[in-house]
């Protein structure tokens, strides 16, 4: 019997050092609004996060490397099959230390979003906390810059990322759909 866990895949030195540095530094946080849950209209203290959408001449870059990891994923996964499958963009995260940001348990299917994969990139590691747990925090994601963590978006899958307590937890987003 496969363990549940076995579906969770981290790809190290997916994203190379200066390319993670290049993203965070050329970003403008003044863009960056409050993350929202639900309906994309409410704002939640189960997700306090900043987001803003990805610049877009790091988006050709990103889009290489998920295309990299859905290819590795299948090969590990024969039931995964990759062939009219397409991403959701690019998110730009920013969990903040000075607000203890986080994002509580949760998965990142629904029924107004259904999604099959879910990506993070880590782009740094300077920071407290902000530790990425799946399975109500009993499985924890250790941190390293430049990896991506791809995981299933069902029910399955709850995770979370805990409370920024020191520096700012930055990271990329996508869902495969």
Not at 42 to 56: A, G, M, Q
Not at 122 to 138: Q, T, V
Request: one cysteine or more.
């Amino acid at each position: 019997m496969t363990n549940i866990k076995n579906f969770i895949k981290c790809f190290p030195n997916i994203l190379d050092n200066d390319t993670c540095e290049d993203i965070i530094s050329t970003c403008d946080f003044k863009k960056f609004k409050r993350s929202v849950v639900n309906n994309d209209y409410e704002i939640s203290d189960d997700r306090k996060v900043y987001e803003n959408f990805l610049d877009p001449k790091f988006e050709n870059i990103i889009f290489e490397k998920v295309g990299n990891i859905l290819n590795s994923y299948s090969k590990q996964f024969k039931w995964f099959l990759i062939s009219k499958l397409e991403d959701t963009g690019y998110k730009h995260l920013c969990y903040k230390g000075s607000d203890k940001g986080e994002f509580k348990m949760h998965v990142d299917s629904s029924k107004l979003y259904p999604r099959v994969l879910s990506i993070s990139f880590i782009l740094n590691e300077n920071y407290n906390a902000g530790d990425f747990l799946f399975f109500d925090e009993k499985y924890k994601i250790e941190k390293k810059k430049g990896m991506a963590i791809v995981f299933p978006s069902n029910f399955c899958f709850p995770h979370a990322v805990t409370p920024v307590t020191n520096g700012d937890r930055h990271a990329i987003i996508t869902w495969i759909r």
